[in-house]
């Protein structure tokens, strides 16, 4: 972008240097938003930027003072600098900007809790598809043929009142499992970073192909238990911030119950027997538990629906039980 004709000065209005460009913001954000200092290569991923290409940014945001490394070498790492006067404003800003899209994803839950037929699974792609739609959410669930039709027509003529609570433009797309596996295959789309809003994750319904290819190696499932653990970990430590979460995930897993399949209805129903008879300090003991009972029910933990996307995030990448912990309790 051309430099501005008439220059101001930095000391006064720093935010120009600061939020100067979109790479500088992108930075910032997944600065302000960490619970703990980022490596290069995990502020990029974060950022989705090139690893190489943050460097000039950073300088910039270093120079500015609003950043800082900490440590040496290949250990060096990033933060932001707390006892920069405006560290405070640009966190907040952002979490409000994060907040602003998780209240958005729990309007499209409740909002698919109504919903006459329950697709197999939903979620929102934030991500743009093609330069013309940068500004559009695009809404995917997978159902049956003879369902898509019902289902498209229904949410369309209910999310206006969402677009404009959120100043949004919300695409609806219906697709079958083997649609979803020639759009898995086209865009290279892993599908982790979807926020799920209803159903399984819809990396879930392209196992079955995958299967066919690879069969799962006891590094994977010891994988899968990690994250599970990580997860519970994280709810376990909300709960004990406050003990009003279990009633909350007690509703949420009634409403699902009526809309649940056979199988899912069993594990809801005895995810409902142990919210509604162990203690707090029981059910938080239980959800890091390494019994057979725990490890199989730390699989279906989304159904409790108490971590927003943000919180999610974070525990997924973080690496030690302080970084789990400092991923929720953050404000």
Do not use: C
Not at 32 to 41: E, H, I, K, R
Not at 56 to 82: H, K, N
Not at 214 to 236: G, M, V
Request: glycine residues 4%.
């Amino acid at each position: 972008m051309r430099r501005p004709r008439h220059p101001q000065n930095q000391l006064l209005r720093p935010l120009n240097e600061i939020l100067g460009t979109q790479a500088n913001v992108r930075l910032m954000r997944a600065l302000a938003l960490s619970a703990v200092s980022l490596t290069s290569g995990e502020l990029a991923k974060r950022a989705q930027l090139g690893r190489t290409s943050i460097y000039p940014a950073l300088r910039e945001l270093e120079r500015a003072g609003v950043i800082e490394f900490v440590g040496a070498g290949s250990q060096r790492q990033v933060q932001l600098r707390e006892r920069h006067p405006l560290a405070r404003v640009l966190k907040e800003l952002f979490r409000a900007e994060a907040r602003r899209f998780e209240e958005l994803i729990a309007a499209l839950r409740e909002l698919l809790v109504e919903l006459p037929l329950r697709p197999m699974s939903a979620w929102a792609d934030e991500r743009a598809q093609d330069a013309q739609n940068e500004d559009t959410l695009r809404l995917y669930f997978v159902a049956r043929p003879q369902e898509l039709e019902d289902l498209t027509d229904y949410l369309n003529a209910r999310l206006a009142k969402v677009e404009r609570a959120y100043d949004i433009h919300i695409a609806v797309n219906g697709l079958t499992r083997s649609e979803l596996e020639t759009l898995y295959g086209q865009q290279g789309n892993t599908l982790s970073e979807a926020a799920l809003l209803d159903g399984v994750p819809p990396v879930a319904l392209l196992e079955p192909s995958r299967q066919e290819a690879t069969k799962p190696t006891p590094k994977s499932h010891d994988e899968h238990d990690a994250r599970s653990r990580k997860l519970a970990l994280a709810i376990a430590t909300k709960i004990k911030r406050d003990p009003g979460l279990i009633d909350l995930a007690e509703d949420r897993i009634k409403r699902r119950s009526g809309k649940a399949s056979p199988g899912e209805r069993r594990e809801l129903t005895e995810w409902m027997r142990v919210l509604s008879t162990m203690s707090p300090a029981r059910l938080r003991r239980f959800l890091l538990e390494d019994s057979e009972r725990a490890i199989r029910l730390r699989q279906s933990l989304p159904a409790l629906n108490l971590l927003s996307p943000a919180e999610r995030d974070a525990v997924i990448r973080s690496h030690t039980d302080a970084d789990v912990i400092a991923a929720v309790t953050r404000r």
